[in-house]
């Protein structure tokens, strides 16, 4: 069955079922003489002819699939015409073998890199994701030597495609794209940028974030002054998903972060103030360009609170839980922050952890911006319940120790070696305060870690 072609099959079924071509044609809506000639010709069908047929015979969509792909390259030479649209329709019946059997066989010419990269395009914007990463792989393949920007555009797709809540396996994402980042025009590279110091926030990479935010700055600041000093606007060029400026601000908004880590306030302190009032020097009316100055007005007072915080002023603990009260986007956030303080220096927050309980669990929030970048919640969220877990046991619960395990299991499921390491280093501390059936979790979640891609079971690490 596997080496009869579809046209002997059809003529088969004809045959068993006693149908005439014309019954037949008039059940696979195709014109009677038309069918007549497809019998006939020594070439594959068309996809609307090859819908018909399937339908007409009872099948599956998909029954001929494999045998189309290998009838297209035996019958006669390949034609686009005839690839492109099988090509998508096998994206969205998800036969991603039959689109690599198609690859196989184009790879080896150069001419198809363009018409496989416009269709990739086409899936990936459709989201057909794992469609697409197979076409942008292919182009990969035939344009490996030519250090083209569709090559280069097309390592920055699969790496978006790549990222999940997995952070090991962003990180091998991020490697595999930086070095085709700078290849890409500006307003693809600004969004790279972003998305490449997202992975190494969430890996706590803070030198790394720092480099490519200070990028993401000169980068934008020349775009930005260029699109001030153009008289007119060219079509042509490509804009970015956001505002030049918009990059200008998130950077800094970075560099916040990156001094928080340090522990340098001060230099924390004097980034946060270059987000503060935009609109004196954005040239931009827009509603966008107001939600957006909005917006970094905010994250720069809910910083400077924060960083005051950090530095021992707790005075102003009072009003930033106000204030954060007023952001509901932010509380999630501002509680992860808050357990380190409280950590820091000692204090009770048990009335502030009660009055945002229900922000606790782990969750994604949308901000003007969209949806915050996943890896990074889930990151920030597994330090939450190490550092939840350090503040319980501080103040004598037994809870605590349930909810460090929870951060473990947690830290596994997102492959956080960091995290991992430290809540071995705080159930260790603390062992002799757990009880059978906390161990047994503990014993069961033993063979589930993995660290640099090899098994490393807890106790070699805890001793």
């Known amino acids: 069955m596997l080496d009869k072609t579809i046209r002997a099959e059809v003529l088969q079924y004809l045959n068993n079922h006693h149908l005439t071509q014309s019954q037949f044609s008039e059940r696979a809506n195709i014109n009677a003489g038309s069918f007549s000639r497809l019998l006939n010709q020594n070439k594959p069908f068309s996809m609307n002819q090859l819908d018909g047929i399937t339908r007409a015979m009872g099948m599956q969509e998909d029954h001929f699939y494999t045998r189309f792909v290998g009838e297209c390259f035996t019958l006669t030479a390949p034609d686009w015409r005839r690839l492109r649209p099988f090509i998508i329709r096998c994206a969205e019946v998800k036969r991603l073998d039959c689109i690599q059997l198609i690859l196989s066989n184009l790879l080896d010419n150069t001419a198809y890199g363009t018409l496989i990269f416009d269709v990739a395009e086409e899936l990936f914007h459709n989201r057909y994701n794992e469609a697409a990463a197979l076409l942008y792989e292919g182009v990969g393949v035939i344009e490996k030597y030519q250090h083209s920007e569709r090559l280069a555009l097309c390592r920055y797709r699969l790496f978006l495609l790549s990222l999940s809540d997995n952070l090991t396996q962003n990180l091998r994402a991020a490697i595999l794209f930086e070095p085709y980042a700078n290849r890409l025009v500006e307003a693809d590279q600004l969004e790279a940028l972003k998305h490449l110091a997202h992975v190494y926030v969430s890996l706590s990479e803070w030198h790394k974030v720092d480099e490519l935010s200070e990028e993401m700055f000169r980068l934008a600041s020349i775009q930005y002054e260029l699109s001030l000093h153009t008289k007119r606007k060219d079509s042509e060029d490509k804009q970015p998903v956001r505002p030049f400026y918009f990059y200008m601000l998130y950077a800094r908004l970075l560099q916040t972060a990156v001094y928080e880590q340090y522990e340098d306030y001060q230099k924390a302190l004097e980034y946060t103030l270059l987000y503060t009032d935009a609109d004196q020097w954005i040239q931009d009316s827009s509603d966008e360009a107001t939600t957006i100055i909005k917006q970094f007005n905010e994250f720069s007072k809910a910083n400077q609170y924060l960083i005051q915080l950090f530095m021992g002023q707790l005075h102003v603990l009072s009003e930033y839980i106000e204030f954060i009260a007023l952001q509901p986007d932010e509380i999630t956030h501002a509680l992860c922050n808050l357990i380190k303080i409280a950590n820091k220096f000692d204090i009770n927050i048990d009335a502030i952890l009660d009055r945002f309980k229900d922000h606790v669990p782990y969750q994604t929030y949308n901000c003007a911006f969209g949806e915050y970048n ?67 979790k503990f014993n069961k979640l033993n063979g589930e870690v993995y660290l640099s891609n090899e098994k490393i079971p807890f106790n070699n690490l805890s001793n």
Request: proline content about 3%; hydrophobic content about 30%; charged content about 20%.
């Open 374 to 440: 996943k890896p990074i919640k889930a990151e920030e969220y597994a330090s939450f319940l190490i550092n939840f877990g350090k503040y319980q046991l501080h103040h004598k619960r037994s809870q605590g120790i349930d909810i460090i395990l929870d951060g473990l299991e947690f830290s596994c499921n997102i492959s956080s070696d960091s995290n991992i390491i430290r809540c071995l280093t705080l159930f260790n501390q603390y062992r002799e305060c757990t009880n059978p059936d906390q161990m047994q």
